[in-house]
């Protein structure tokens, strides 16, 4: 399976603190997403990136891409408390020919 | 634009009950996709829509799952019968262009279904 597996599995930091959220996944890419969902509401989409890119910035958003290392990470500096949520990551195989796979997830909990 | 609506937001069913959920995506967008997520597990693919055309249906659990989308608007999934294990939000998404084409999803907030 080339199933994400977010790293850790639940987070708490204190408000203004930054959060970092680890993927891993198995096989070979086209690209690598991540979502946040709130608690009882759909996944939203936060970034893509693709298979040739190593680094990519949204708003206090930064995810890093090491294909070397079959490896994700997704930081969100000066956290909110509004920025608890469970992130997920989610692969594309390279071949194209299969689904959007996700991971279990990383409950981030931003302490006020 | 309005986003993706899934319908019912809740479902509490017996054993051996049909439930229909449905999904209507986003206006325009071709690719529609059935999630499932049961308690504390990944999130699981069910299948994928190109219009009115299965596309991938490999993570359908059993021919007791049934998707359909006529005319390649809304979408329907049926469960008969259901059974306890078939618990969980399931998530309907849509994307203009397909994840292989890095279209990102777009997702509705979800049915959740209980089997008692």
């Known amino acids: 399976s080339q199933q994400g597996e977010e790293d850790p599995q639940a987070l708490s930091i204190q408000e203004g603190e930054n959060a970092t959220m680890n993927c891993s996944y198995k096989?070979?890419?086209?690209?690598l997403q991540w979502y946040r969902q709130n608690s009882g509401r759909g996944l939203v989409h936060l970034i893509l990136?693709?298979?040739?890119?190593r680094e990519k910035h949204s708003g206090r958003l930064r995810v890093t891409l090491d294909t070397s290392k079959k490896s994700s990470s997704l930081l969100i500096t000066a956290s909110r408390a509004a920025d608890t949520a469970s992130y997920f990551c989610?692969?594309?195989?390279?071949?194209?020919?299969?689904?959007?796979?996700f991971g279990k997830g990383t409950r981030l909990s931003v302490i006020a | 634009e309005a986003g993706v609506t899934q319908f019912p937001s809740h479902s509490v069913i017996e054993k051996g009950q049909t439930v229909t959920l449905r999904c209507d995506p986003i206006?325009?967008?071709?690719?529609l996709y059935w999630y499932r997520r049961v308690m504390g597990k990944e999130i699981k693919f069910l299948l994928h829509?190109?219009?009115?055309?299965?596309?991938?249906e490999s993570g359908m659990p059993n021919n007791r799952f049934l998707a359909e989308r006529t005319g390649g608007t809304y979408s329907t999934l049926k469960v008969q019968p259901a059974e306890l294990e078939d618990s969980g939000v399931y998530f309907c998404?849509?994307?203009?262009?397909?994840?292989?084409?890095?279209?990102?999803?777009?997702f509705g907030n979800g049915t959740r279904l209980t089997v008692t």
């Open positions: 989610a692969t594309v195989d390279i071949s194209g020919n299969t689904p959007l796979v």
């Open positions: 998404a849509s994307s203009q262009d397909s994840a292989a084409n890095n279209s990102p999803l777009h």
């Open positions: 990136i693709r298979s040739n890119e």
């Open positions: 829509f190109v219009k009115e055309s299965k596309q991938d």
């Open positions: 096989t070979s890419i086209n690209n």
């Open positions: 206006s325009g967008h071709d690719n």
